[in-house]
Nanobody, 124 residues
Framework: QLHLVESGGGLVQAGGSLRLSCAAS????????MGWFRQAPGSEREFVAH????????YYADSLEGRFAISRDNAKNTVSLQMNSLKPEDTAVYYC?????????????????WGQGTQVTVSS
């Protein structure tokens, strides 16, 4: 079992920044490949970013245009998402999740543990 708790969401104006954090407890977090997803009202959940267990490999949704950065601190059992130049279309509930062994990082169906989500609202 891996328990995930997101924090750091809130209301921000367009062009602003937020840093989301995900605190993990339970099984060996340091060996888990982690991802961030988001879900806007009326939309399907979509892939945002992924980081390998070592932190050496990161992947992002093409639509982000380099505005977001994922990182992790295995000593603190946390994974973070730095979001810059936020746009109203970034408004969504953001979730962190742990990838199943052998899963595809862009496929939310391949993630086995999920946090409860944190709301990000970007005003225009």
């Amino acid at each position: 079992q891996l328990h995930l708790v997101e924090s750091g969401g809130g209301l921000v104006q367009a062009g602003g920044s937020l840093r989301l954090s995900c605190a993990a407890s339970g099984r060996t977090f340091s060996r888990s490949n982690m991802g961030w997803f988001r879900q806007a009202p009326g939309s399907e959940r979509e892939f945002v970013a992924h980081i390998s267990w070592s932190g050496l490999n990161t992947y992002y949704a093409d639509s982000l245009e380099g505005r977001f950065a994922i990182s992790r601190d295995n000593a603190k059992n946390t994974v973070s998402l730095q979001m810059n130049s936020l746009k109203p279309e970034d408004t969504a509930v953001y979730y962190c999740a742990a990838l199943s062994l052998g899963g595809l990082y862009r496929d939310d169906g391949d993630y086995e543990y999920w946090g409860q989500g944190t709301q990000v609202t970007v005003s225009s």
